[in-house]
């Protein structure tokens, strides 16, 4: 644990991500809030004067007095969790990296090969990367990402079981909940009495299929070595306000019977760095043996919103297996998510 608190800003502070993680950083041991950034409509003012505030109760009141600084103009900070969109992250993002660590969660940098994609529970060693990183681009911050919303919990229940028995194969199809969508999210027209079988004209299901085998690759010669799996996406968004659902079928280079999996799922925990993490969930993976589990309403907030909840192990009359599995996606598929790998950071001594 830090001696004194770490000085941290929120770029893009505003949106339904960035109120996210003012909300979990209320009180939050290791870190505390420095700087605000915003769009040009929102700089120079109070954050309580112009957020318009989605999530239940208000912004603490010291955030809300705060005047929104403009996202080009690095702050004095140690870290930097970004909620910002992809297109303004493309620019931002390595400025701030020049001098501050930045923990992004727009899908922007995710696949650049010298940025880790982290989950902390998954694939911490792929810090590695950071003395590369720094070497080659003459940083001295460095930038880190969080996988997709979706790809997050389907990527915890597949690492037990990839480190057990080998994951072959994949078909994922997705429910996704609205609010992945931001603020004001999808019409009504459009989603309610509907699902709606596209997201991000396809950029979704193309997320889903190239992320894991990043996630799941192993760190050579300051490169990842993506895992060889193959993975077909196809995913929909359904009217729920949070938490998406993701259905798998498995192929295996060892067959596990469902109990076998069921174990692994089960056993399954941190590495020893990760466990005393602020945010890091007792359980990263809850299996749950109830035949309607899980559910959206009823398991989102398992691990306050950081564990993945897998049900429905059995098995698959095209492939091996095949089960349920559902992550919060605003807390741990974004904000908790990036606040995690800053935690991540200050544990493992890049960050001070």
């Not at 930097?80 to 922007?108: F, G, H, K």
């Not at 990043?214 to 996406?233: C, H, N, P, T, Y």
Request: net charge negative; proline share 9%.
């Amino acid at each position: 644990m830090p001696s004194k608190k770490i000085p941290i800003a929120i770029l893009g502070a505003t949106g339904a991500v960035g109120q996210r993680m003012i909300q979990l950083l209320a009180d939050h041991p290791w870190f505390e809030i420095a700087a605000l950034t915003g769009s040009d409509r929102t700089v120079g003012r109070p954050y309580g004067e112009l957020v318009r505030w989605v999530l239940d109760d208000a912004p603490p009141p010291e955030i809300a007095r705060m005047i929104v600084q403009p996202s080009e103009q690095v702050a004095d900070v140690a870290l930097a969790l970004s909620a910002l969109p992809t297109d303004a992250a493309v620019a931002i993002e390595p400025l701030w990296a020049e001098r501050v660590a930045v923990c992004s969660n727009a899908s922007t940098y995710r696949m650049t090969p010298d940025v880790p994609l982290i989950i902390p529970e998954v694939n911490p060693g792929h810090l590695a990367l950071l003395d590369h990183q720094r070497a080659e681009r003459g940083w001295k911050g460095c930038l880190i990402t969080n996988p997709n919303c979706s790809t997050i919990g389907i990527v915890m229940a597949l690492k037990p079981l990839h480190d057990a028995f080998g994951v072959a194969t994949v078909h994922a199809a997705t429910l996704q909940a609205i609010s992945g969508a931001g603020y004001p999210g999808v019409a009504s027209l459009d989603i309610l009495d509907n699902i709606v079988p596209n997201i991000a004209n396809g950029g979704e299901e193309a997320k889903i299929e190239t992320e894991p085998l990043k996630l799941l690759g192993e760190v050579s010669e300051s490169r990842v070595r993506e895992a060889q799996i193959g993975i077909s996406a196809q995913v929909t968004r359904v009217p729920v306000i949070d938490g998406h659902t993701a259905l798998l079928s498995i192929g295996f280079a060892r067959k596990p019977t469902p109990e076998e999996a069921i174990a692994a799922l089960a056993d399954f925990a941190a590495p020893p760095e990760v466990r005393g993490l602020p945010s890091a969930p007792a359980r990263p993976v809850i299996v749950r043996a109830e035949a309607d589990r899980p559910q959206p309403r009823r398991d989102r907030d398992a691990g306050k919103g950081m564990s993945a909840s897998v049900g429905r192990v059995r098995p698959c009359n095209l492939l091996d297996l095949r089960m349920v599995v559902l992550s919060h996606n605003t807390i741990r598929g974004a904000a908790g998510g990036a606040l995690l790998n800053a935690e991540l950071l200050a544990s493992s001594g890049i960050v001070s």
